[in-house]
């Protein structure tokens, strides 16, 4: 059997649909054409129809396209397979393709190639990941931006900033008799640094936003028993997901559902009533709120403006002002009747904002998320030019940053030794940020976080 190296993957999903992409990377390419689709004279980037052949007989009637290297996704020959998507048509196509010497790709190893062939760099590769796996339509412009290189030239951008530290500190020494940088040599690098601090800052900020695009806004909708929570994610959702009943604490677990508000990806979280309970299973769901409290990024805290309010109301409002979380008040069943008091709880638990309404009749529902969206809409107007998607870039930003301190602080930046090393650090995770660090596994992160087929 031959192997030399080229690949193959389904790189559509997995699963049957109406048509499927079997897609190979290597030399192999021009030799699978020939041997299973009787093509010997193919031009690069031209859709052909054929039959896919396997001993000698027609296996299934696909469209195909080869793209000559270098010029392609991975930098090699690439041939990219169009069958009818059946799960047994799929299986078929590799497993002749395997037969036919044609390894399986490994995750990722399409973009690992890609990378190697100088084709793109970790910070490209790493939006194109997030492109796949990407929920929100309003993400798509910003990781295009990364897949054009604004990223990477952000980034290396800060490494040239930082190697002109250096090498003004390491000449500053070079030409002068004694080991101390002169003061105004000094009063530039601070000053470099301390922008540096803030351009840092903002770029490790923006994944707050960046994670919320990617991997969804997260509300929670809290309250004491019985007062519509429940109903709120039935009505969002517009279909029967969540129990509700005329009995306080009917629902004990947390319940996530997913929903789009505006073009932005939402998970909606309906939970336990927080109230005083000796029942143990209600005691679990109460404490699991508690948590998801804390991890939230808005709360929707609902009263029931018919009743009283009442301890119960008001001991949720203090763990809400405790935890200075942003907060959303809805004041439901209005169409029973409208009870003064609310509006102080509200107040107390440091909400900025109020909606009243009637979840059963559906009133007051469209502020509410309409409210929702606009606050998106806004987080995104003032979201910064450059913004981060991926954890890793934002923990390699974070050690840069805690060294970028190190170096303004107390007299560190005078022992011209030590800055000097610790600017090299910095200029080593930079490297390794873009992919390119000596120290960095690349195959391995890749193997990792990257899907096959990729
Ligand atoms: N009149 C009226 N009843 C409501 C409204 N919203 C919910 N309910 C009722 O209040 C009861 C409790 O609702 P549920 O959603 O289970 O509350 P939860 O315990 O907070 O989840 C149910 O009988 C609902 O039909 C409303 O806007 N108006
Ligand atoms: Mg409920």
């Not at 990364?146 to 990477?152: D, K, Q, V, W, Y």
């Not at 003004?168 to 040599?185: H, K, Q, T, V």
């Not at 490790?204 to 997260?218: E, K, R």
């Not at 200029?427 to 990729?454: A, M, P, R, V, W």
């Amino acid at each position: 059997m031959k192997n030399d190296n080229t690949i193959c993957a389904i790189s559509s999903p997995l699963g049957s649909g109406a048509i499927s992409v079997i897609r190979l990377s290597g030399p192999s390419c021009k030799r699978i054409l020939e041997e299973h689709l009787k093509n010997s004279s193919v031009k690069s980037r031209r859709m052909y129809t054929s039959h896919f052949i396997i001993n000698s007989s027609k296996f299934d009637r696909v469209n195909y396209c080869y793209y000559k290297g270098p010029e392609t996704y991975t930098g090699e020959d690439l041939l990219e397979i169009f069958c009818h998507g059946g799960i047994g048509v799929q299986g078929g196509i590799i497993n002749a393709l395997e037969n036919s010497g044609i390894r399986p790709a490994l995750p990722g190893e399409f973009t690992l190639r890609a990378i190697r062939n100088g084709k793109m760099d970790l910070i490209e590769a790493e939006a194109v990941n997030a492109l796949i796996t990407s929920r929100t339509r309003n993400v798509v412009p910003y990781l295009n931006k990364h897949l054009n290189g604004s990223l990477t030239e952000r980034f290396t951008g800060l490494q040239d900033k930082y190697a002109k530290i250096k090498a003004l500190f390491e000449a500053s020494i070079d030409f002068s008799d004694s080991d101390s940088i002169s003061p105004d040599i000094l009063a530039q690098g601070m000053d470099s640094l301390n922008r540096l601090a803030g351009e840092l800052k903002e770029l490790v900020d923006s994944f707050h936003l960046g994670a919320i695009l990617t991997a969804g806004f997260h509300i929670a909708i809290v309250g004491k028993p019985n007062v519509g929570k429940s109903s709120l994610l039935n009505m969002v959702l517009k279909k029967e997901r969540s129990i509700v009943t005329e009995y306080a604490g009917t629902t004990r677990d947390i319940l996530k559902e997913e929903v789009s508000i505006g073009g932005y990806d939402v998970c909606l979280y309906d939970t336990a009533g927080i109230r005083k309970t000796e029942d143990h299973i209600e005691k679990l769901g109460i404490k699991k709120v508690d948590e998801l409290m804390n991890d939230a990024h808005l709360i929707i805290f609902i009263m029931d403006l018919s009743m009283p309010p009442d301890s119960e109301d008001m001991e949720i409002a203090r763990l809400l002002s405790e935890r200075k979380k942003q907060v959303l008040v809805f004041f439901n069943k209005m169409d029973k009747g409208q009870i003064d008091g609310h509006e102080k709880v509200a107040e107390s638990s440091g909400a900025l904002t109020a909606f009243e309404g009637s979840i059963t009749n559906e009133d007051g529902l469209d502020d509410l998320l309409g409210h929702i969206k606009e606050k998106l809409d806004t987080m995104i107007s003032h979201a910064p030019e450059n913004m981060i998607f991926s954890s890793r870039q934002r923990w390699i930003l974070r050690q840069v940053s805690e060294r970028n301190a190190e170096i303004l602080g107390k007299d560190v930046i005078k022992e011209t030794d030590i800055s000097s090393y610790i600017l090299e650090e910095i200029l080593e995770l930079l490297e390794e940020l873009t992919g390119f660090g000596k120290s960095f596994d690349l195959q391995g992160y890749i193997f990792d976080n990257f899907c096959i087929g990729k």
